[in-house]
């Protein structure tokens, strides 16, 4: 099992603000920066956030992302119907030499 | 048109062996750290392996240390996944992606008798 948390699930209606949560340790959030991807269903992954809370191009300025110590967490503003996906956070683990990912969340739209 | 393109994929028995490769275009290949990340049915992500540009650096997750080689020709533009000894629960979508920004759309490894 991961060693980064997240609620398995979140949802709001269309237009309202979600926000997820990923918990971690000294050992990767506390000391690597988070990374977030979604995950829409029957796809591969993209990558939503890099470095904490940089959006790579296309990405809607909708999606944010922020750290403090060994939490991050992604907030999904005026949230729309094809935002409804599984997000994962993850960062390197300098204990397991590896990288790590969050155990997910799955948002649904109301 | 930067992509990548997994093949290798299919049915195995335990035990058994497959490769993975990871097809590269549009870019480079040397200058990207590359990873495999594996999907169960119905989990979530489980980070497999890293190699650096030059290839001269390799991590691996614990679950599949001394069983799976990364490797990768950047002559060719190619990553591959050796895997040997493999086990039910290898059984997952594999994809590789260039450092986290772009993802391939995966290839399927099931490992049952």
């Known amino acids: 099992q991961s060693v980064v948390t997240q609620p398995p699930s979140a949802s709001g209606t269309p237009g309202q603000r979600v926000t997820i949560s990923c918990s971690g340790s000294s050992s990767n959030i506390g000391s690597d920066t988070v990374n977030w991807c979604q995950q829409l269903p029957g796809t591969a992954p993209r990558l939503l956030i890099n470095t904490n809370n940089q959006r790579p191009s296309g990405v809607p300025d909708r999606f944010s992302g922020s750290k403090s110590g060994t939490s991050a967490s992604l907030a999904i503003s005026g949230l729309q119907s094809e935002d409804e996906a599984d997000y994962y956070c993850a960062a390197w683990d300098d204990s397991l030499n590896g990288y790590v990912f969050g155990t997910g969340t799955k948002v649904t739209v109301l | 048109e930067v992509q990548l393109v997994e093949s290798g994929g299919g049915l195995v028995q335990p035990g058994g062996s497959l490769r993975l490769s990871c097809a590269a275009s549009g870019f480079t290949l040397s200058n990207y750290a590359m990873n495999w990340v594996r999907q169960a049915p119905g989990k979530g992500l489980d980070w497999v392996s890293t190699?650096?540009?030059?290839?001269?650096?390799?991590y691996y997750a614990d679950s599949v240390k001394g069983r799976f080689t990364v490797s990768r020709d950047n002559s060719k533009n190619t990553l591959h996944l050796q895997m040997n000894s493999l086990r039910a629960e290898d059984t997952a979508e594999y994809y590789c992606a260039r450092s986290w920004d772009v993802w391939g759309k995966g290839t399927t490894v099931t490992v049952s008798s």
């Open positions: 190699i650096s540009g030059s290839g001269g650096t390799t």
